[in-house]
Every structure is written in structure tokens, then in C-alpha cells.
């Protein structure tokens, strides 16, 4: 069809050119006027650029075929016709239509956004003029675009209907059609390993139980070649170094439904390393380089090791200042004895140093505040290590979203380079508001405003507020990183919390608790990503005791451990002291109380939401002293919480976390306050063991409701699915979670807290653009008599 229409035009030009050279333009003349008619959309310059002649210009009869290609070839029009009046060229056309709707539907597997992308990037888009041939190139296209994704039955349409003002619409009809799935891969020529252990590294598979999720049965060239490619380098990486792939042959069925894919192979024979030198100009001495040297004599030749080998030698070396250092690996292979030996050959280049560092994005945050993050320094030699730490710490700034790194050699210049940082920064305050809810604290409020760059000085500051059904929070919290020059910060807080214990849920020991304080901490750098946390505090806590409260609760207020009954006088010492107990019992208390505060948190994540590797971990400790009043309290609580991810393969993820927490008296007495007891059980809080109701597990006090305990001990150990189940916003876990508290002061308590609980599931963390969202489907292993159960349970918190 193409080639029919353009051998129609070029009949026609020759045919117009051949008509007018008899008629008008018999002989030649000076052209002195060029007059266009039929112009609408096009302007009059535009055409005058694209014409081979101009005024003033003698125009020959043999010319006028190259006027009329000239116009044709720019697309702009259906009809030109060319004529002469004395000395004036005129010139006569029709404007081709433009595109008023480009409309695409049944696509699927293409995203529509992408697609008009894509289409306008070939010279198809609304308002755009119309090109016939340039529809049917992207028709063409597009068919061989599914088929290379196994889709042999797409069929592409279009339609063009004519509208109003020179206008057409172009409707693209897509029908994919089903992928081609694979039936069968086989490898032939392989005998070093088996079939089945070369295919576990393939994306593409035959049919399998997964193959619904991971579609990886689907044929699709560019996922062959991926593992062809992977196939080369499994083999090259043990030894067999003059391997190749012969042939592929994919067969497509008859119905165009399956394909049949046959790899042929020569593996070659296995080879091994016979030595290795380091050649060229080392720089540094030998012995040094050589720990970055992954080989030795007779190992097993491996091209990954090779690649590693001169990678790391080159950004040692970069470290150094050699930042454009080069190490070529030159292998010397010796077929009779089935051995290679390795020269790596050294090429440092010149020595760098850093003339300049500069920062490009950052339209609010201060350069001075980015220069605290940097451990390269203007003036000082290059290193590729520094200049990485420096990346890495920019992108911890929570006020930073994004870095790039440009080392530009200074011109004029063969030791001098400068540095620059593009920055793309997040926005820099935020005002928030939201709603949500929690099984474990019912409805939620909060509302608040945060500022992580304050004025583009890298102090933070927030205030918020926040109420459930169980408790009211207020805090406003002030952070200087940069307190001092050697990078020491300092924060000053102020909070007040009101909590309904009994709220929490139907079962806890009742008691309402205030609390009211304010804090000063300082960050300390101790190490590259780790700091000290060192704080002082000073806290109000009042406690007002509910109806019929526990006998423990009593206990703790009223300073014994003897059971507190209801009734008559009793008789003997712990009789005695119940009854005047009861007499004299305070219902309500308040303690003030200095607390020292200190923790260290060090990891390795690779992003701070959803982490996909890396480790954590963290250690907090606080010690309360008395701090004035009539109640005073000496207790101290010791907390650590680690978590791990591991990616496994094919997507898949290890995660693993614990939480330990102990807390106790100085006096090794029983004054532990209940109040700051730790918890078990539920979703989304601390101790977390989903399939239990929240706050649920642990002993039990003479009222038959829990009151936590001062010991916590709770893991999870999950699973996380590959995509489609997981994504970048949202992730698929099978879990196993274990938990409990347990009482060590030795207070007497009605019911003990039992085994560590456990529990089976599958949860769905999702950070929505409503706010993260966490569900889960859990039953529990080892659920004791009087466990309160909760199989399916939620939080969400969402910003309005």
C-alpha cells in the first residue's frame, strides 16, 4: 500500500511537471512575485522556505518537477497545482488534514499514556497534520511491537472519518489477542549441567503453578535474549570460557497460541586460572592491590570475579585521587593445558584534585546546609568513596528526594575536577490531616505541621496533635543537625498525653494516665551512619485508678503485694493490711521524675519506605529518677529492635524482625509502675502478634484483664511476594509471628503470661496516596484457653 501511494504521487508529479513544462512554463523566465494561494493553517514563510526557488531566480522548465516534490514531501498538502502569469509563480494548494481525535482502545498490556506517547513521538498526535503513510507505519509497528511481546494473534485497525475545518479523527482498534506461551525449552549441546539447573536462571518458563502471577510463560523476544545473555555468563563464570550459542529456533504453532524453543550450545571445555600478575603503573604497592584481587591458581576461571577484580582495583585507586583510573584485564589462554593467566594492567591516569564542589536543584535549601552533609571537600584530593558517602548522605536528608553526581575534569586543566550535586528536592513543609483506623485504638484523629527545612536551613520543626479512642497526643519538637561544627545536633521537645487504659481494649486493667513533659537530646556522631543519642527530660505523670480497680493496680499505690478483697475486716498481716488498704486507699497519684535518656541506631537500608536489603538496628535506654514531689519513681527501661531484608531470588524477599524490651527497679523490688509495662498482641504496634487482639496477651491481673508486663519478646519472620503481588507502593507477605510479654519483678499476678504465641498468615502493606494502609489474615498456633482472637485485623491512617 506504501509503496503504491508513493509511486501514485510520483506519477503525478511527473505527469504535473510534464503538463505545465508543455503548457505555462514553455520557456524559461525571471521570477519576480511567488503568489500562494489556499493557504490556511500553514503560514506563507513556511512554504517559502521549503521552495527551491526564489525571487529574483530564473526558472527553468526541468525545475518545476523538483517545486512540485519539494511541496509534496513536506506532508502539508493533498493537492498542488503550479502555473504561471507573466512573471509571477503561482502556486495553488490544499492543506492536508490535521488530527482533531486520536482515540486508542483494546490495548492492555501497553498503557494508553504511554501509547499516544509513543505515536506522537512518530508524528501521530491531536493537531498534528495527517499523514497516511505515517499511519501505517505505526499500524506496522505496533503489530511487530506484540509480537515481539508473543502476542502472534494482535490485530491492529484503524479508522479515519473526516470532520469539520480540514479535520479527521484516527481511531486505533487494538485486539491483542492471547501471549503465545511456551510448551517446551530445551538446550541442546549441554552436558556439564543439567537442563533443568541452566533453565532455573531463565525468566521464561513453561507453564507452572506461578505462572498466572510472574506471566512467565509468555513468550517474548526481549526476555530470550535477557536469557541467552544470562545463559553466556552462567557458563563464563565456571570455566567454560569459549562457549556460544550456536542457533535459537523458536516455533510457533500452527493457531499461533504456543512456542517450542531450542537453544543449540557448544560449551567448550572448562578452564582454570594459572596465575595472575598486576602490570603497569600500580601507584600503590602491590601487596595492597592484590587484596582486591578475586583469583588465585587453580580456581575455576569466573568472568564475574574478573569484571569485580578490576572494578574494585579501579575505585581503590579512585579513592587515591586517580578517580579516572582504568584496569584492563588481559587473559593469555593456553588451550593445551586448558589454563588462562590474568594480566591486569594498571592505567591510573593523573592524580585529581577537587577545584570546586557545586549544588544545582536546590531552590530553597541553603548550599551551606548541603556542605554538612558532604565528606568531600573543595581543596582536598579526590575520592571516589567520598565523593559516593557524600551522595549517600544527601539522599538521608529527609528534605532531599533525589541526587545526581557530575565529576567535570576543569579544561585547561589535567589534575583539577570539579564536583557538582544535582539536587531534587521534596516539598519542605507539609500541614497534614488525617483519619483512619486501627484495631488495636479504634478511631483516629490527627492533625499536624512539619517542617523539615525550616526556612532552608536543615532544622526541623513540628507540632502535632492526634486522638483515638484510648488516648490524646500533643507535641511540638525542634531539631538543629548542625548544632556544631563537628556535626553534633541538639533537639528540645514538649509533649502532654492523656491515656484511657481501659479504652485499649474490653479486657485491660482500668486506669486513666496524664503525662506532661519536655526533653533536650543530642545527636553525637560516633561513626559513618551511626550516631549517639544522649538526652535529659523532665516528666509529670499523673495516674488516676478506675472503678474496682485490680489488686495489683492497688498494690503498686498503696505500697504492698498482698491480695486487696472487698468486705468484712479480715484477720492476720496480710489481712490486716488489705483492710487498712482499702480504708485508706489513693485512688489517684502523681510522680515526677527526671529521665536520662540514650540510644544508638545504625542500618543499611537501601530506601527508607519499603526497604528491600539492608539491616537495622537499634538500642534506647531511659532511666527515670526522682525528680520532686511527694511520689517518687527509680526505674529503667532497656529496648532493642533489629530488622533484616534479604532479597532471596526471582523476587522474593527474607525479612526478619525482633523486638526485645526489659524494664525494672534499681532496688530489684516490685516497684515496677504498671504503667509503663510492655504490651502483646495486635497489628501495627509494638509487640506486635497479628492474629491475637491487641494488647492481649501476657498475665492477667485479679480482675481477669491484662496489664502487660515489664519483659517483651516478639519477632516476625516473612516472606515477601515477587510482583505482580509486590510492588514499589505495596508488598505481599507470608509471615510467622511469635510473641508475648512476661512479668520478672515478682509481682504476684491472678494468671501467668504462658508460652510465646505464635502465629501464620499473609499480610498487605500498601503506602497508598490516602495514607499506608496494613492488612492482615492470621491464625494463631499455639492459642491458649482465655486468648482473645482476632483473625483478620487492619490499620489505616489516611490524609485529608
Not at 507573466?86 to 501497553?110: D, F, Q, R
Amino acid at each position: 500500500m506504501k509503496k503504491n501511494k508513493k509511486l501514485v504521487i510520483m506519477i503525478g508529479i511527473a505527469l504535473a511537471a510534464l503538463s505545465l513544462s508543455l503548457t505555462t512554463l514553455a520557456s524559461s523566465f525571471v521570477v519576480e512575485k511567488i503568489q500562494i494561494d489556499g493557504l490556511k493553517r500553514i503560514k506563507r514563510g513556511t512554504v517559502l522556505n521549503y521552495l527551491p526557488v526564489r525571487v529574483g531566480q530564473t526558472l527553468n522548465t526541468e525545475e518545476t518537477s523538483g517545486i512540485l516534490k519539494a511541496l509534496y514531501d513536506t506532508g502539508f498538502f493533498s493537492d498542488i497545482d503550479v502555473d504561471r502569469q507573466g512573471n509571477t509563480l503561482l502556486i495553488k494548494v490544499e492543506e492536508s488534514p490535521t488530527v482533531g481525535a486520536l482515540t486508542v482502545s483494546g490495548n492492555k498490556s501497553i498503557p494508553t499514556k504511554d501509547l499516544l506517547k509513543v505515536l506522537k513521538g512518530v508524528g501521530m498526535a491531536q493537531g498534528l497534520v495527517y499523514n497516511q503513510s505515517v499511519l501505517e507505519q505505526v499500524k506496522q509497528s505496533l503489530i511487530n511491537q506484540y509480537y515481539d511481546r508473543g502476542n502472534y494473534n494482535a490485530k491492529v485497525n484503524t479508522t479515519v472519518t473526516p470532520q469539520s475545518e480540514n479535520r479527521v479523527s484516527i481511531h486505533i482498534s487494538i485486539s491483542e489477542g492471547p501471549a503465545a506461551t511456551i510448551k517446551q525449552i530445551r538446550i541442546i549441546g549441554a552436558h556439564a549441567f543439567k537442563t533443568k539447573e541452566l533453565l532455573s536462571g531463565f525468566k521464561l518458563s513453561t507453564t507452572n503453578l506461578l505462572s498466572f502471577f510472574y506471566k512467565d510463560d509468555q513468550y517474548s523476544r526481549e526476555k530470550l535474549d535477557a536469557d541467552l545473555e544470562g545463559l553466556k555468563s552462567y557458563y563464563q563464570n565456571r570455566g567454560y570460557i569459549k562457549f556460544k550459542i550456536n542457533s535459537t529456533h523458536v516455533t510457533l504453532t500452527p493457531d499461533k497460541r504456543h512456542v517450542y524453543i531450542v537453544i543449540d550450545v557448544t560449551e567448550g571445555s572448562q578452564y582454570t586460572i594459572s596465575g595472575y600478575k598486576l602490570a603497569g603503573h600500580l601507584i600503590r604497592p602491590e601487596p595492597e592491590l592484590q587484596k582486591f584481587v578475586l583469583i588465585k591458581k587453580g580456581d575455576i576461571f569466573s568472568r564475574a570475579y574478573i569484571t569485580r577484580t578490576t572494578t574494585n582495583i579501579g575505585n581503590y585507586l579512585g579513592n587515591y585521587g586517580y578517580v579516572y583510573a582504568k584496569v584492563e584485564p588481559v587473559p593469555d589462554v593456553d588451550d593445551a593445558t586448558k589454563t588462562v593467566f590474568m594480566t591486569f594492567i594498571v592505567t591510573p591516569d593523573n592524580r585529581y584534585y577537587v577545584r570546586k564542589i557545586t549544588f544545582s536543584g536546590n531552590t530553597k535549601t541553603l548550599d551551606h546546609v548541603l556542605r554538612n552533609a558532604l565528606r568531600q571537600q573543595e581543596s582536598a584530593q579526590a575520592s571516589l568513596k567520598n565523593i559516593q558517602d557524600s551522595e549517600h548522605n544527601l539522599n538521608l536528608l529527609g528534605f532531599v528526594k533525589g541526587v545526581t553526581v557530575n565529576n567535570e575534569k576543569v579544561a585547561g586543566s589535567d589534575d583539577q575536577v570539579d564536583v557538582n550535586f544535582n539536587v531534587t528536592e521534596r516539598p519542605s513543609a507539609t500541614l497534614t490531616a488525617g483519619a483512619g483506623y486501627s484495631d488495636a485504638q479504634g478511631l483516629l484523629l490527627n492533625a499536624g505541621y512539619s517542617q523539615p527545612n525550616f526556612l532552608g536551613t536543615g532544622k526541623s520543626v513540628s507540632a502535632n496533635i492526634g486522638r483515638t479512642d484510648s488516648q490524646t497526643d500533643l507535641s511540638f519538637n525542634y531539631f538543629n543537625p548542625y548544632y556544631t561544627d563537628s556535626g553534633i545536633g541538639r533537639g528540645i521537645g514538649l509533649f502532654a498525653s492523656s491515656m484511657d487504659a481501659g479504652e485499649l481494649n474490653n479486657k485491660y486493667s482500668t486506669y486513666i494516665m496524664n503525662n506532661y513533659g519536655v526533653n533536650m537530646n543530642y545527636s553525637i556522631p560516633v561513626a559513618p551512619y551511626r550516631s549517639l543519642n544522649l538526652g535529659i527530660g523532665y516528666q509529670l505523670t499523673s495516674v488516676q485508678l478506675g472503678n474496682q480497680p485490680s489488686d495489683e493496680l492497688l498494690n503498686f499505690f498503696n505500697g504492698t503485694n498482698c491480695p486487696v478483697p472487698f468486705g468484712p475486716v479480715p484477720v492476720g498481716n496480710c489481712q490486716t493490711t488489705a483492710y487498712l488498704v482499702n480504708k485508706y486507699r489513693k485512688d489517684t497519684q502523681s510522680f515526677y521524675n527526671v529521665l536520662l535518656t540514650s540510644g544508638m541506631t545504625f542500618g543499611s537500608f537501601d530506601r527508607g519506605i519499603l526497604p528491600t536489603r539492608g539491616f537495622m538496628q537499634s538500642y534506647n535506654a531511659t532511666i527515670a529518677l526522682p525528680g520532686g514531689g511527694p511520689n517518687n519513681l527509680e526505674y529503667y527501661t532497656l529496648d532493642y529492635t533489629t530488622h533484616w531484608y534479604q532479597p532471596l531470588f526471582k523476587g522474593f524477599i527474607f525479612s526478619l524482625r525482633t523486638d526485645l524490651g526489659y524494664g525494672g527497679t534499681f532496688s530489684g523490688g516490685e516497684d515496677y509502675p504498671f504503667f509503663r509495662n510492655y504490651n502483646a498482641g495486635g497489628i501495627g504496634v509494638q509487640g506486635s502478634v497479628r492474629g491475637y487482639y491487641a494488647y492481649s496477651l501476657g498475665p492477667k491481673d485479679s480482675n481477669d484483664n491484662n496489664m502487660g508486663a515489664n519483659f517483651l519478646a516478639s519477632g516476625s519472620a516473612s516472606l515477601i511476594l515477587p510482583r505482580p503481588l509486590s510492588g514499589d507502593s505495596f508488598r505481599t507477605s507470608t509471615f510467622v509471628d511469635f510473641g508475648n510479654v512476661y512479668n520478672t519483678t515478682g509481682i504476684q499476678t491472678t494468671t501467668g503470661s504462658g508460652p510465646l504465641r505464635f502465629s501464620a498468615g499473609v499480610a498487605l502493606d500498601w503506602q497508598s496516596p490516602m495514607g499506608p494502609l496494613e492488612f492482615s489474615l492470621a491464625s494463631p498456633l499455639n492459642a491458649r484457653h482465655g486468648d482473645n482472637i482476632e483473625n483478620f485485623q487492619f490499620t489505616v491512617t489516611t490524609a485529608l
